[in-house]
């Protein structure tokens, strides 16, 4: 049983290290000057807060679907949730359930609040007020369809200790259209995480709005969740924001067993992916 754990292990690997090989092979390296690489990088961080502020004024829908997927690829337990949402000007959302039939999950428990933030961070992935905070590494231009793009590794300069600080930051990739210097797509995960909190890798792809605001469009992880218990859980995420306009809405966000009013209050709990208490044994797709 070992050996066979080992050969499906070094099996991931070599197709992990294909997946990577096989997207860096398309990165051109164009050198640029430092004094480039620091004006690029000012201006499109200082456009996330941008998008974040503008966002306050549109409304939009959001259809997310979680899956987790056994060892013949088989869907061993599903989570829907479709809203209507709003976000408010300090970043509170405001959610109205369309459509949430009972969750089938028995491996891993997954709160309802912010299914955006699930994979542990915005799908804005670089947070303004903590852009000081990473390294930003210029990788070189790659093309994607039509769009021109610079490509950067951000990793942080220091891992938050996830005992003394609930910060969270992003470490991964961002790709950056080179004419309007914003950011259309973004690949990676949270850190810390913790025995009990486990993030997946997350691609987000942006959509341009209104001519101006690159939004989030449609987000899809495919990965595994080691837990520190030995619990490992494959997790199938697919969420997709559509129909923005510009409008204020004052819908309220409602927890599973809350009846759709509009005077419910909104629950003060925060997105976590944590083992259920009681993981029920499965059978048991991974992005780099």
């Given amino acids: ?29 164009k050198d640029l000057s430092q004094a480039e690489i620091d004006r690029i990088v000012k201006t499109f ?27 013949g690829g088989q869907v061993t337990g599903n989570y829907r949730r479709d809203s209507f949402m709003s976000l408010t000007g ?14 089938t999950m028995t491996e891993i428990t997954v709160t309802p609040q912010d299914l955006e933030d699930l994979g542990g961070i ?8 903590a852009v000081s905070q990473y390294n930003f590494n210029y990788a070189g231009k790659q093309k994607i369809d039509d769009l021109n793009l610079y490509v950067f590794d951000v990793t942080p300069k220091v891992i938050p200790n996830p005992k003394k600080s609930k910060l969270r930051l992003f470490t991964g990739r961002v790709w950056v259209d080179d004419a309007d210097l914003q950011i259309v797509k973004s690949k990676g995960k949270a850190v810390p995480e913790d025995k009990n909190n ?6 987000t792809w942006r959509e341009n709005i209104d001519g101006k605001y690159w939004f989030p469009a449609y987000i899809s992880s495919d990965d595994e969740l080691v837990f520190d218990s030995g619990q ?29 009013t509009e005077d419910t209050p909104p629950p003060a709990t925060k997105p976590v992916v944590k083992p259920a208490a009681k993981p029920t044994p499965s059978p048991t797709p991974k992005k780099p």
Avoid: H, W
């Fill in 1 to 29: 049983m070992k050996k066979i754990r080992k050969l499906l292990i070094l099996s991931i690997l070599c197709i992990l290290a294909t997946g990577v090989s096989a997207q860096n092979s398309n990165i051109i390296k």
């Fill in 45 to 71: 961080t200082s456009k996330e807060g941008e998008f974040r502020s503008a966002l306050t004024n549109y409304v939009f829908n959001r259809s997310a679907t979680l899956q987790t997927i056994g060892m």
């Fill in 90 to 103: 300090d970043g509170s959302r405001f959610e109205k359930i369309l459509f949430f039939p009972m969750p």
């Fill in 122 to 129: 915005n799908p804005f992935a670089l947070e303004p007020s």
């Fill in 198 to 203: 486990k993030y997946p890798v997350v691609e």
């Fill in 232 to 260: 490992a859980v494959k997790l199938r995420m697919r969420i997709k924001y559509t129909d923005y306009r510009q409008g204020k809405s004052e819908v309220k966000v409602l927890d599973d067993d809350e009846p759709i």
